[in-house]
């Protein structure tokens, strides 16, 4: 913003390399301020920390509603509270993962990718919190061994659809929109989603366009 190099050292990290191609010129900061910075993040910790230093949150795919509500949303109170702050203001950002089709089949392919992108993320021991919030902790080292011996389709076969249901909305196009809503509408200022769709461009423009005035 002022012109200065990029000169940070700190315990763990140091960026002192900033290309022109990085940087933008002063004219095109004009009228926008300084950059927003928003951190991501899943277990509570983090998540406290962003409430704390950050001007926004990035939620993971992986996390339902109930988590958000229970675990994301009062750590990130308890961040601004260190900072002097509250919610007011902050962005929450978020992607969520979408299940639709024009038909049946459709919608069973879409699931089944989606069902192996939860198995992957559950897989994780850091993510292994949401799962347990759920009472599904148990399914984490069995998707964790599973993984390490490359047996993704095997790991989408053990996300039920209690679980399906649970991480994605799960709808015909002309109700994703909703579903979207119902969930995030009162929490995440932005979202985007994990949709393996058919649809074209045009099918989707109403959605996109409920969202955008929700």
């Not at 994780?124 to 347990?132: F, I, K, N, Q, S």
Request: aromatic share 10%; glycine share 10%; hydrophobic share 40%.
């Amino acid at each position: 913003e002022n012109g200065t190099p990029l000169a940070f050292r700190g315990d763990f990290y140091t960026h002192t390399l900033m290309t022109p191609f990085f940087t933008p010129e002063r004219a095109d900061l004009a009228g926008f301020g300084v950059p927003k910075i928003f951190l991501a993040g899943v277990g509570e910790l983090m998540t406290e920390v962003a409430g704390e230093v950050a001007d926004g949150f990035l939620c993971h795919p992986f996390t339902t509603e109930r988590y958000l509500r229970e675990v994301t949303l009062p750590a990130l109170a308890k961040g601004r509270a260190k900072a002097g702050k509250d919610l007011t203001g902050f962005d929450i950002a978020g992607p969520g993962f979408v299940v639709t089709g024009r038909t049946d089949e459709e919608m069973e392919k879409g699931a089944a990718a989606i069902r192996q992108q939860i198995a992957f993320y559950a897989s994780t021991p850091a993510y292994r919190g949401v799962l347990e919030l759920h009472g599904w902790g148990d399914l984490h080292p069995e998707l964790n061994a599973l993984s390490k011996n490359g047996k993704w389709v095997e790991m989408g076969n053990l996300i039920t659809d209690e679980i399906l249901h649970t991480f994605a909305v799960v709808a015909s196009p002309d109700k994703v929109a909703d579903g979207i809503i119902s969930r995030y509408g009162d929490v995440i200022s932005r979202i985007s989603f994990y949709v393996p769709s058919m649809l074209s461009s045009e099918e989707w423009s109403p959605v996109i366009a409920q969202l955008n005035a929700a």
